[in-house]
């Protein structure tokens, strides 16, 4: 199978899944002729996933979000199994066009569990060769397809699903979108070393404020996970301060056969993504970011002191 001529991995709104890595997975997944079991089960009844059998162009996001699930923690309890790892792939492949679908959480942070439940200790071994960059080129760009931008400009709530909430009066914009929390760590996580710093300058250059204002809440909410101070994501809680967390995330978590903990992220990728802020996030950069910030009254309150706690973190230094 042919794959193209590898090109810097970068985020440019209005430039998602790519329509030729898309057709490839396609080709080298097709329907499994036997349905999905699920994970937990007793004795010998065994529910099976058999509408996964049918279109799955119609079938209800929050069904497949469910199957998702099972190979999640089936996977993370039980062990990798074909029947598993075979049905997610063709599941990606058919259904990434519906990624910013939504039932309780984005569809799109379930497929990123669930590949990363699957390839927890990196893709070490493709399926296909490229495997490992058309995910890139389709999972990990959807954030950019056009239907969530206009322009420079963020369609919210075709992703980064914000709802005012009239009782207490806000958007919640001090949490990261689990949409956008998920395809952060994805990057870092796939990517390879010298690919991060021309990624994120990237993610860096992008100039809407809402978008400014949720990276500085995600690498506020990612610290510890960042400079090691935690292993991996299952730590992480819907009810952080600020969240970073996404659909069930709580389930990455591994441990070597010596029983020690497993890194969730590279390392080499996680000095590169500090060393790449470092570098971009001068003060001048941090000023212009706050007054893009301040034209939405809203969001500079919500934020409130989070701008300030992201400056000692990654300007100055100031480790808590």
């Given amino acids: 199978m042919k794959v193209q001529s590898q090109k810097p991995f970068l985020w440019i709104p209005g430039q998602g899944c790519d329509a030729a890595a898309l057709a490839r997975m396609r080709a080298a997944f097709p329907r499994p002729r036997q349905p999905m079991g699920e994970a937990w089960f007793m004795g010998e009844t065994r529910a099976m996933f058999c509408d996964l059998l049918g279109d799955l162009s119609t079938l209800p996001i929050g069904d497949i979000q469910t199957a998702l699930f099972e190979i999640a923690s089936g996977t993370k309890n039980f062990g990798e199994r074909a029947e598993w790892t075979d049905w997610y792939h063709h599941i990606l492949a058919q259904t990434l066009p519906r990624a910013h679908e939504r039932h309780i959480s984005s569809y799109v942070e379930t497929l990123i569990t669930t590949f990363m439940s699957l390839y927890f200790d990196g893709v070490t071994r493709e399926p296909y060769k490229g495997f490992r960059r058309d995910a890139l080129n389709t999972l990990g760009r959807s954030i950019m397809n056009p239907e969530c931008w206009d322009g420079e400009r963020i369609r919210i709530g075709r992703f980064l699903h914000r709802e005012y909430n009239p009782r207490v009066g806000v958007w919640f914009w001090r949490d990261a979108s689990g949409d956008f929390s998920a395809s952060m760590f994805f990057c870092l996580k796939y990517l390879d070393a010298e690919e991060i710093a021309p990624w994120l300058r990237s993610v860096l250059s992008i100039p809407n404020p809402h978008w400014r204002a949720q990276i500085m809440v995600?690498?506020?909410?990612?610290?510890?996970?960042?400079?090691?101070?935690?292993?991996?994501?299952?730590?992480?809680?819907?009810?952080?301060?600020?969240?970073v967390y996404w659909d069930s995330a709580h389930l990455l978590t591994r441990a070597a056969s010596d029983g020690a903990p497993t890194h969730f992220l590279p390392q080499a990728n996680r000095d590169a993504a500090l060393t790449t802020l470092?570098?971009?996030?001068?003060?001048?950069?941090?000023?212009?970011?706050?007054?893009?910030?301040?034209?939405?009254?809203?969001l500079e309150s919500e934020l409130a002191d989070l701008p300030e706690r992201f400056r000692m973190l990654y300007i100055l230094g100031a480790a808590p």
Avoid: H, N, Q
């Fill in 218 to 243: 995600w690498f506020i909410g990612a610290y510890d996970l960042l400079t090691g101070r935690i292993v991996d994501p299952s730590r992480y809680e819907i009810s952080d301060c600020p969240s």
């Fill in 278 to 298: 470092a570098a971009v996030m001068l003060d001048e950069v941090y000023l212009d970011w706050l007054c893009s910030i301040a034209a939405f009254d809203y």
